[in-house]
């Protein structure tokens, strides 16, 4: 938890975004007005393509880009009228994978708790080594740490004045999938301990394993911003994939009505909306066409589906 002195109550919201604009050197508009909170004691998840302006917003809150207008707090604290505060108050794990290499694990993390002016006493470089599966490589030179161990020490860069809120950059990016396993199981207990936890990500399934909230940003425009819940009910489309046990020449008149289609001889897809259409219906309705049914599964609509949809929308 924080070292302030003082401890005030914790804000409602981690990070409070409004109307942040960036328009880079060359003219790119890379954000245009983003609004955006991110509730305290979340996973949240920033998803966007590539290009869309995560980094961008990102590196704004880290102090590594001015933005043009609009308005940042990290745990209440401005970003303009206390710059220092803010980056006290957050952790940031960029996506570029910048690690000087002759450094070992153990003098990184101490100079930057010397960066952040975190005593001595109140270090925690090995507990944090440990944490991240990196106390065996403590005193190995960067350069010897493959990309996945370079990951890992970026995270617990991020952690050693033990921020309130912890930004990832496409943290897996680049990861195998046993250390994303892990990198995530690591975030997880964070979030647990009370760490409000922002990740942006292309991967939607990452997305959707991980968090409480999700936003989408397209082309520096927020699509979208809700609990993950909210976003895969928005689509209230799945389909039921009904195996038969004999041949058909052609979808059967009663399920013709439900715009079923028939894939080979005896594989029915029944698209339906769980809102409006019972599965059962659809059952009932194959059986009184006196047709058997050797298997089913439903296939349900996922993030996959929501992203490519608001995507195209705002396109
Ligand atoms: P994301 O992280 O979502 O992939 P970025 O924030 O990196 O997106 O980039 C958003 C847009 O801004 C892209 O079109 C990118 O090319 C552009 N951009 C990013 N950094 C710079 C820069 N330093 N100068 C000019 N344009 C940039
Ligand atoms: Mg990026």
Wanted: aromatic fraction near 4%; charge should be neutral.
């Amino acid at each position: 938890m924080q070292t302030s002195p003082n401890p005030a109550p914790p804000p409602d919201n981690a990070l409070e975004i409004a109307g942040l604009t960036k328009i880079y050197a060359g003219g790119k508009r890379a954000l245009d007005g983003v609004t955006l909170n991110v509730p305290r004691g979340m996973v949240f998840g920033l998803l966007g393509p590539n290009g869309a302006g995560k980094s961008t917003l990102i590196n704004i809150l880290a102090g590594l880009v001015n933005k043009t207008g609009g308005r940042a707090k990290i745990w209440d604290i401005d970003i303009d009228a206390n710059p220092r505060d803010a980056r006290g108050a957050i952790g940031i794990v960029p996506q570029e994978l910048n690690i000087d290499p002759f450094f070992t694990p153990r003098e990184l993390l101490d100079l930057q708790a010397g960066l952040y002016g975190v005593p001595a006493k109140a270090r925690r470089t090995m507990e944090i080594l440990e944490a991240v599966g990196l106390a065996d490589k403590a005193d190995a030179y960067a350069r010897t740490l493959s990309g996945g161990m370079r990951r890992r020490l970026l995270v617990a860069k991020a952690l050693v004045h033990s921020p309130p809120v912890l930004v990832l950059d496409e943290p897996t990016a680049g990861v195998d999938i046993e250390l994303r396993q892990g990198l995530w199981a690591y975030v997880r207990a964070l979030n647990a301990q009370g760490t409000t936890v922002v990740l942006t990500t292309h991967y939607l399934q990452e997305a959707e394993e991980l968090c409480d909230r999700i936003a989408i940003i397209n082309r520096g425009k927020l699509v979208a911003d809700e609990s993950k819940s909210a976003l895969l009910a928005r689509l209230d489309a799945k389909e039921l994939r009904l195996t038969v046990d004999r041949d058909l020449a052609a979808v059967p008149a009663a399920l013709a009505a439900f715009g079923a289609k028939l894939e080979g001889a005896r594989l029915l897809l029944v698209p339906y909306r769980p809102s409006r259409t019972k599965a059962a219906d659809i059952l009932a309705a194959v059986a009184a066409a006196g047709v058997g049914i050797a298997d089913l599964s439903t296939r349900e609509s996922d993030l996959e589906d929501v992203f490519l949809q608001l995507v195209r929308q705002a396109a």
